[in-house]
Each structure stands twice: as C-alpha cells, then as structure tokens.
C-alpha cells in the first residue's frame, strides 16, 4: 500500500493530519501535507479515510 500526495493540489487543511497524524503531517515550510518517512498505511489503516476527506481529491492511495 502506497499513498502519494498532490502538493499542486494540496491546500494545507489539514484534514489528513487530524485523521491520520501516523502517516500525514504538514510541512513547516510549504504548508503542505506530506507523507511521513517510513509511514506504514497498512498498519495504520487510515489513509483511504484521508484520502476520502481531501477536500481537493490530493490524496491517491495505490492498493
Ligand atoms: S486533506 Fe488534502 S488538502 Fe488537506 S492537507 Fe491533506 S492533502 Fe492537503
């Protein structure tokens, strides 16, 4: 399992990190999400309810 984040798309909302601060964070920098280093979707079994709360469809998770 394989999630990739959209920085284009990204508006910084936050919403995957407060579903699933064990895989998303948000980048000091840009604002934006991004995956966390060594983040496991499967075991935190979270990421298709944060890619399904983007509001801007920024999440793909790839089974
Ligand atoms: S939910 Fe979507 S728009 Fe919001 S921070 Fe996460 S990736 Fe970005």
Same mark, same amino acid.
């Given at each position: 399992?394989?999630?990739?984040i959209d920085e284009e798309?990204?508006?910084g909302c &936050?919403?995957?990190?407060?579903?699933?601060?064990a895989?998303?964070?948000l980048n000091d920098?840009? &604002?934006k999400a991004e995956v966390i280093s060594g983040a496991d979707c499967a075991a935190a079994g979270?990421?298709?309810e944060?890619?399904?709360s983007c509001p801007?469809?920024?999440i793909t998770v790839e089974q």
């Open positions: 399992m394989k999630v990739v798309a990204c508006i &936050g919403a995957c990190v407060a579903l699933c601060d895989v998303f964070r920098d840009t &604002g979270c990421c298709n944060a890619a399904e801007v469809a920024a």
